[in-house]
């Protein structure tokens, strides 16, 4: 079992560099990716939310149905799960917006592991393809004896460039995750605020132009 270990230790770190170039294509992939689906699922929340809140204010919601449709974003679709089931009352409302942005925190999060994974292990890759360089340049200095010294400080300089790479790869990889992590919690945030916006109309005891709105529009429906 040793002898086997020894000779794929003499491989040396070549097959590691592949493996990190191909791991940082990857990642270059995964990135782009990504980076395209945040900036088409980003939006202007303070203006979405204040104009939102003003057509709620009002009962305005074929406004407040218009204003989710034309507009693109995660929060965006949350409020148009809550405005699809109005008449269902604030209960159901709030399923309907927790679930929108269960699906949605799912479709942002895809392949973001696949970053955290190279970010945290990369360098590790390249650690062991150090090693393995280094292995196999003290065999070398065994085979050939002291007159092949300079060969193998070459080699095991060599070697070292496996653990560089490995920080290289990493390097994107943490700093795209961390960005997209920030940018989901973030939207996870701002859907919250959404559901606590909708339950302050819907559970007011109050009789307000929401709630005046929803009763006529039930009854609009219902008379047809």
Not at 123 to 133: R, S
Request: glycine share 8%.
């Amino acid at each position: 079992m040793a002898e086997i270990f020894k000779k794929l230790a003499l491989l040396g770190d070549v097959w590691v560099l592949w493996l990190l170039l191909g791991a940082s294509v990857f990642s270059v992939g995964v990135i782009i990716e990504r980076w395209r689906v945040f900036v088409r699922s980003r939006v202007l929340f303070p203006e979405f939310i204040d104009r939102l809140t003003g057509f709620l204010e009002k009962g305005n919601l074929a406004a407040a149905k218009d204003l989710v449709q034309n507009a693109k974003g995660v929060e965006t679709r949350v409020a148009s799960a809550g405005l699809s089931n109005l008449f269902k009352g604030y209960a159901s409302v709030e399923e309907a917006m927790t679930s929108r942005l269960v699906l949605e925190r799912s479709r942002l999060e895809r392949n973001l592991i696949v970053l955290g994974t190279l970010g945290n292990n990369a360098p590790f890759i390249g650690l062991l393809g150090t090693v393995l360089g280094v292995i196999k340049a003290f065999n070398d200095l065994a085979l050939s004896g002291s007159s092949g010294v300079s060969v193998v400080m070459a080699g095991i300089s060599s070697a070292l460039v496996a653990t560089a790479f490995g920080i290289l790869v990493a390097l994107p990889a943490v700093i795209a995750n961390n960005i997209f992590q920030t940018e989901l919690k973030k939207k996870l945030a701002n859907t919250q605020s959404l559901i606590h916006l909708f339950q302050v109309y819907l559970k007011d005891e109050s009789e307000g132009q929401l709630r005046r709105a929803v009763r006529h529009q039930f009854k609009k429906e219902a008379a047809v």
